[in-house]
C-alpha cells in the first residue's frame, strides 16, 4: 500500500497547480464514508500511511526525497485540518460523534513519531522543516482537541458559529445611521434659506436696538438735515 501511495505521489508531485492532500483513490473513498465516524478512521488511517511514508523516506538520504517530504507533510497537515472540520461540523449539526477517544490516541502516536523525525539533523532539513513544523503542531493542537471533553467541545463549536454568524450579520447589514433617504440628499444639495424677521434693508445691529434708541437716531438724522 505505501509503495503505491509512493508511486502516486511521484505521479502527482511536478504539477503544482493540479497537487491535492488526497489521491483519486482516496477521494472516492471518502465520499462513500458519508458518517462522521466513518470518515475521521478513513482520515486517521489517511494520515497514519503520511506518517510511514516520511518515516521510510527519512531512512536513507537521496536527491529528490525533500520534495517528497515537504509535500507529504503538507498532505498529512491538511488531513488532520479536515478531520477536525468533519468532528466540528458533526458537532455543529448535533450528529453523534463516537471516535474521538481513538482519534486522540492515533494522533498522540502520530505525534511522537513526527517529533522524532524533527530531531534528525539532515543536510536536505531546511527544504521541509517548515512543513514538519506545522505537521507537528496542528497534530498537537487536533490531540488537544480530541480529548476534550466532547460536550464542552460542542458548546465551544455552537457559540463559534454564533459569532461567525453575528459578524457575518455585522457585514452584510446596511448601516442604518449612516443611510439618508433621497429627501434628505436633496435636502442637503439645495439648503432652504431660513426665514428673517428683519425688515427689508434693515441690518441685525439695528433690528437689534431698542424703539427709543430708534427714535433719537431719526430724530439726530433730521438735526443734521
Same mark, same amino acid.
Given at each position: 500500500?505505501?509503495r503505491?501511495?509512493?508511486?502516486?505521489?511521484?505521479?502527482v508531485a511536478?504539477?503544482?497547480?493540479?497537487?491535492?492532500?488526497?489521491?483519486?483513490?482516496e477521494?472516492d473513498r471518502?465520499r462513500d464514508a458519508?458518517?462522521?465516524?466513518d470518515? @475521521?478512521?478513513?482520515?486517521?488511517?489517511l494520515a497514519?500511511?503520511?506518517v =510511514?511514508?516520511?518515516?521510510?523516506?527519512?531512512?536513507k538520504?537521496k536527491?529528490?526525497r525533500?520534495?517528497? @517530504?515537504?509535500?507529504?507533510?503538507d498532505q498529512y497537515?491538511k488531513?488532520?485540518?479536515?478531520?477536525?472540520?468533519?468532528?466540528? *461540523?458533526?458537532?455543529?449539526? !448535533?450528529r453523534?460523534?463516537?471516535?474521538?477517544?481513538?482519534?486522540?490516541?492515533?494522533?498522540?502516536?502520530?505525534?511522537a513519531?513526527?517529533?522524532?523525525?524533527?530531531?534528525?539533523?539532515?543536510?536536505d !532539513?531546511q527544504?521541509?522543516?517548515?512543513?514538519?513544523?506545522?505537521a507537528? *503542531?496542528?497534530t498537537?493542537d487536533?490531540?488537544g482537541?480530541?480529548?476534550?471533553d466532547?460536550?464542552?467541545?460542542?458548546r465551544?463549536?455552537?457559540?463559534n458559529?454564533?459569532? @461567525?454568524?453575528?459578524e457575518?450579520q455585522?457585514?452584510t447589514?446596511? *448601516?442604518?445611521?449612516?443611510?439618508?433617504?433621497? *429627501?434628505?440628499k436633496?435636502?442637503?444639495?439645495?439648503?432652504k434659506?431660513?426665514p428673517s424677521?428683519?425688515?427689508?434693508?434693515?441690518?441685525?445691529e439695528?433690528?437689534?436696538?431698542?424703539d427709543?434708541? !430708534?427714535?433719537?437716531?431719526?430724530?439726530k =438724522?433730521? =438735526?443734521?438735515?
Open positions: 500500500m505505501l503505491f501511495l509512493f508511486l502516486a505521489l511521484l505521479c511536478p504539477v503544482a497547480a493540479q497537487r491535492d492532500f488526497l489521491t483519486a483513490d477521494v471518502l458519508q458518517e462522521p465516524d470518515r @475521521i478512521r478513513l482520515y486517521l488511517l497514519r500511511q503520511r =510511514d511514508l516520511v518515516t521510510q523516506l527519512f531512512a538520504e536527491a529528490g525533500s520534495i517528497l @517530504i515537504h509535500d507529504t507533510l497537515t488531513i488532520i485540518e479536515a478531520m477536525d472540520t468533519v468532528v466540528d *461540523d458533526a458537532l455543529a449539526h !448535533k453523534n460523534v463516537t471516535v474521538l477517544p481513538t482519534m486522540a490516541k492515533t494522533e498522540r502516536e502520530l505525534l513519531k513526527l517529533e522524532k523525525l524533527s530531531e534528525i539533523q539532515a543536510a !532539513k527544504r521541509y522543516a517548515f512543513s514538519l513544523e506545522q507537528v *503542531d496542528a498537537r487536533s490531540a482537541l480530541s480529548e476534550q466532547v460536550n464542552q467541545r460542542a465551544e463549536v455552537d457559540a458559529e454564533r459569532q @461567525i454568524e453575528k457575518h455585522a457585514m447589514s446596511p *448601516d442604518r445611521k449612516s443611510e439618508k433617504t433621497e *429627501d434628505q436633496k435636502a442637503d444639495a439645495n439648503p434659506k431660513q424677521l428683519l425688515r427689508k434693508g434693515e441690518t441685525l439695528q433690528a437689534n436696538q431698542t427709543d434708541q !430708534k427714535k433719537k437716531d431719526k430724530d =438724522d433730521k =438735526d443734521q438735515q
